[in-house]
């Protein structure tokens, strides 16, 4: 059983920066791909970024890429989404999850997670 927790979410004005951390405890014995997704109401759940902790193996979804950076410390267990250069479509509520590793990175961001495990979210309001 995995246990995740999000912080870091806030309000911030166009152009700037947050970083959210997703601290993991339980399941460190297997291998698993760590994800943030953002929910928008009336939206899909988007794949934001994920990595994974075999490997460290990155995906980027096309709509952060070159502005937001994922990173994992292993000692601690903690998993950092940086978010840069924020815009007002990056609002929304963002969900850590957390998964078995059974296929590359990228298809588990994009298709997995069905079984995984998600935290309670964090709130990001993008806004002048």
């Known amino acids: 059983q995995v246990q995740l927790v999000e912080s870091g979410g806030g309000q911030v004005q166009p152009g700037g920066t947050l970083r959210l951390s997703c601290a993991a405890t339980g399941g460190t014995s297997d291998y698993y791909v760590i994800g943030w997704f953002r929910q928008v109401p009336g939206r899909e759940r988007e794949a934001v970024s994920c990595?994974?902790?075999?490997?460290?193996?990155?995906y980027y979804g096309d709509t952060v890429k070159g502005r937001f950076t994922i990173s994992r410390d292993g000692t601690k267990n903690i998993t950092y989404l940086q978010m840069d250069k924020l815009k007002p479509e990056d609002t929304g509520l963002y969900y850590c999850?957390?998964?078995?590793?059974?296929?590359?990175?990228?298809?588990?961001?994009?298709?997995?997670?069905?079984?995984?495990?998600w935290g309670q979210g964090a709130l990001v309001t993008v806004s002048s």
């Open positions: 990595i994974s902790t075999r490997d460290g193996s990155i």
């Open positions: 999850a957390a998964d078995r590793m059974y296929t590359t990175t990228q298809a588990m961001c994009v298709w997995g997670f069905q079984k995984g495990y």
